[in-house]
């Protein structure tokens, strides 16, 4: 079973940065996708970023400029950088990995790990 572990969380001001990180229990060349999604309470949950295999990466239009997600293949690790933190970012955030078999997806999901934006 796929375990997806996320940390980096936590209370920071607006204007400040976090950087998130997400060990997978095996190798991410495993996946066809890695990302980071994220849900505020009452809310749905939205797309962060997302990086699939060869690089190809997407942001939500609410974070396009500020947040950027990379991988370190060695550590198993997908991370995402946030800098310029608005109030708005308060959510949880949650790793999600895609695994293709046979032409079908499975996704994976880590517990989450909780960003707070506020003075």
């Known amino acids: 079973q796929v375990q997806l572990v996320e940390s980096g969380g936590g209370l920071v001001q607006p204007g400040g940065s976090l950087r998130l990180s997400c060990a997978a229990s095996e190798s991410i060349f495993n996946f066809q996708s890695m990302g980071w999604y994220r849900q505020a309470p009452g809310k749905e949950r939205d797309l962060v970023a997302v990086i699939a295999k060869g690089g190809y990466t997407n942001y939500g239009d609410s974070v396009k400029g500020r947040f950027t997600i990379s991988t370190d293949n060695a550590k198993n690790t997908v991370y995402l950088q946030m800098n310029s933190l608005k109030p708005e970012d308060t959510a949880v955030y949650y790793c999600?990995?895609?695994?293709?078999?046979?032409?079908?997806?499975?996704?994976?999901w880590g517990q989450g790990t909780q960003v707070t934006v506020s003075s």
């Open positions: 999600n990995a895609v695994r293709l078999a046979w032409g079908t997806p499975t996704e994976y």
